[in-house]
């Protein structure tokens, strides 16, 4: 492609993109990436944690390198995540690099992947991920999932509760396919909802798991303050 052309931009949600989407996207396609693993292992200090107290958010592992760590949810799934893929419109795309450079600066570095279509139908694409690499300073590794359920209970950012968090994105995924099933997020919901939600002098907002198409940047990040 020409420089002078209009850039073909795709990114790939895998946790709360998947419901609060990027603006300025003309389409919005369920289906899967292969060769990571999905994990709650990312500290959250900027949005749903704090320095002092992160919150858990979910990253993804490259296959290869997760098979090497003592992940005590060892099961035996499927090479594949879930997710959305989102296409900017051309015209948007620098905007909308430059509003997820800080929404996802907290640790995530970029990749690009191959994205496989839930409908068959359609071909193939190629997608920006951001991905929680193991050498930054916020990726805990592997961790024991009652302990990442206990902290995510009680964790609250300038984004909201953790757990709202965790329980939006398994209604997320839930909602994209029949065979978009996640054990690790499902064990995860299951472990937060035996847990008494802590008391809160002053609760926030909830953030809604209704898809909200937004026309600009301001209008997102303003979104964003308020849940």
Known sequence: MGSDQPEDFWLF????????????????????????????WQASEDHR??????????????RS?????????????EDYVWGVAYHIIPSKVKEVKEYLDIRE??????????????????????CLVYIGMPDNPQFLGALQ????????????????ENREYLLHLE????????????????????????????SRSSQPPVASDALRKVSSTE??????KEV
């Not at 999932?145 to 909201?160: D, R």
Request: proline residues 10%; aromatic residues 10%; negative net charge.
């Open 145 to 160: 999932p009652q302990e990442i359920a206990e902290t995510i209970n009680v964790s609250i950012g300038p984004s909201g």
């Open 49 to 62: 944690g704090t320095p002092d107290a992160p919150g858990r958010v979910a990253t993804l592992i490259q």
């Open 171 to 198: 209604k997320a995924l839930e909602d994209l396919s029949v065979d978009s099933y996640d054990e690790h997020i499902t064990d995860l919901a299951r472990r937060v909802r035996a847990l008494a939600p802590p």
């Open 13 to 40: 949600g895998y946790g709360s993109l998947i419901w609060k989407p990027p603006p300025h996207f003309d389409r919005r396609i369920p289906g899967y990436i292969k060769g990571y693993v999905r994990r709650f």
């Open 105 to 126: 600066i907290n640790g995530y570095s970029i990749q690009y992947t191959p994205f496989h279509p839930a409908d068959t139908r359609l071909s193939d694409l190629h």
């Open 65 to 77: 390198f997760w098979e090497t760590l003592d992940d005590p949810q060892r099961q035996t799934e």
């Open 219 to 224: 209008e997102q990040e303003e979104i964003e």
